[in-house]
């Protein structure tokens, strides 16, 4: 039997997308698969969207959660796949092969994450590619200057959350970064940088909401740096943004 992957989506009131995102699992091409969506107890309809749309691979709770990385833990503790990936409500996967690629990928027993790029859209046109976010730049190295691979292209195998723990409740927008730091810092972890486009995420999200968002991202970077013990500032954080610019030239 291939290993199975377990993928993770919270959601919100996003009746608009989350067919996206179901439609985006449910056609890959790799078969033992099990999505688990957490709803915060939706009021939009789209817990209607959830019901309509499950099938055997597919389930759902829905109840109040304390915000976004609750929800993932939440699934995560749901999950029985030896391999775990989230998949945000208003994103979809690059292609029909991603979680098959994925799997090829931990026929290597030693490796405890894959991770790879992704793409930015607008206007809910999949087609209308505004940024790639290169996952390349980022080594344990430039944790410092606040790089971090495109979250959602990360899959880990579940032997990182039983060793590691999960995500930190207290974090509002950056507790993947806190998670991040804490895992790829220990030496003996061993993670694999693949260059290909994962998956395709809608401009808009809460880490790209605004000028409000960025400051409160960079602060809680900040202290998920040196919560881990490791040494940065405020400045060395933002410089990353001048090279991020590049990230628009396609």
């Known amino acids: 039997m291939p290993m199975k992957i377990s993928v993770v989506t919270a959601v919100y009131n996003r009746k608009n997308t989350i067919k996206d995102a179901i439609h985006s699992i449910q056609n890959q091409t790799y078969l033992n698969i099990e999505h688990i969506i957490v709803d ?5 309809g789209t817990v209607d969207i959830l019901r309509e749309g499950i099938i055997p691979s597919m389930s759902f709770v829905t109840e109040p959660d304390n915000g976004i990385y609750d929800a993932i833990n939440k699934g995560i ?17 690059a292609s029909d092969s991603v979680l098959a690629q994925v799997a090829a990928e931990f026929s290597d027993q030693k490796l405890d994450a894959v991770y790879a ?9 999949p ?3 505004v940024r790639t976010y290169r996952s390349d730049r980022f080594s344990a190295a430039t944790l410092a200057w606040g790089w971090m691979p ?8 579940r032997r990182v959350f039983e060793r590691f723990g999960l ?6 927008i950056a507790a993947d970064m806190e998670f991040i730091a804490r895992v790829f810092r220990s030496e003996d972890f061993r993670a694999k940088y693949i260059k290909k486009v994962w998956v395709k995420m809608r401009i ?18 900040l202290r998920a740096l040196q919560e881990n013990g490791i040494k940065t500032n405020i400045l060395k954080i933002f410089t ?10 396609l």
């Open 204 to 221: 808009g999200g809460v880490s790209t909401g605004g000028w409000r968002n960025t400051i409160l991202l960079n602060q809680e970077v």
């Open 40 to 44: 915060g107890g939706s009021t939009d």
């Open 167 to 172: 995500y930190k409740t207290d974090y509002k």
């Open 240 to 249: 990353k943004y001048p090279l991020k610019l590049f990230e628009f030239l």
């Open 117 to 125: 790029d992704a793409n930015f859209f607008r206007h809910g046109n």
């Open 150 to 157: 495109a979250h959602t292209t990360i899959f880990f195998r």
């Open 77 to 93: 503790r749901r999950s029985t796949g030896e391999i775990i990936g989230l998949l945000h409500s208003d994103d979809i996967y």
């Open 127 to 129: 087609a209308n590619i």
